[in-house]
């Protein structure tokens, strides 16, 4: 894989995950809003462990363009960036970043955005990417309009109540505008 990692000085390096990153990955992930805006399963520590753990051994297209993202100064895993192949169509792409609370409003999700939107339009060669976002995640719904994502629907994840449904979000490789964030700025 070519995947275009950022400048040095950027403040972050994207990698693939380890086995050793299990603990982490799941403090990470298990961080009360982390958990509330993933409506992710619950599960015990052992059993969130061993889904980490069966995910990076899993060599599948899946986990292909799914990263650990370690803050380059202290060397310390502080959240994961991944894009996924939606099942309905090949050239369109989900992504989702999850940041570690110390280390939001440091900027860490929008220098990884970037990156991210020009590994699915550049390298996965993406028609379009979506976005779920909670409507609670304020933050993300800025930062995913400031790159050109528009909203187009709403996704209910945990059949109850339609209030909490997440927001869909899409960005269009036609829509894109690439003077936001080019493979030249970032490689």
Known sequence: ?????????????????????????????????????????SGSYDDQIARFKKGVSNK??????FYAIEET???????????????????????????????????????????????AFIECKAESIHATIHPENQWSQKLFKEYGFIQVGVKNI????SDDDDLVFKLTKNDYDSSTATAKELG
Do not use: H
Not at 1 to 24: C, E, H, K, V
Not at 85 to 98: D, M, N, Q, R, T
């Open 1 to 41: 894989m070519n995947t275009i990692l950022p400048r040095s000085g950027d403040g972050f390096l994207l990698r693939y995950f380890a086995i050793d990153d299990a603990q982490q990955f799941v403090k990470i992930e298990s961080c009360p809003e982390n958990k509330k805006y993933l409506g992710l399963p």
């Open 158 to 161: 945990d059949g109850n109540s």
């Open 60 to 65: 599948d297209e899946f986990y292909k363009y």
């Open 73 to 119: 100064s202290s060397r310390q895993l502080i959240g994961r960036a991944g894009l996924v192949k939606l099942a309905s169509s090949p050239e369109e792409f989900e992504v989702s970043i999850v940041i570690d609370k110390p280390f939001w409003n440091k900027k860490f999700g929008t220098k990884i955005l970037k990156v991210m939107i020009n590994i």
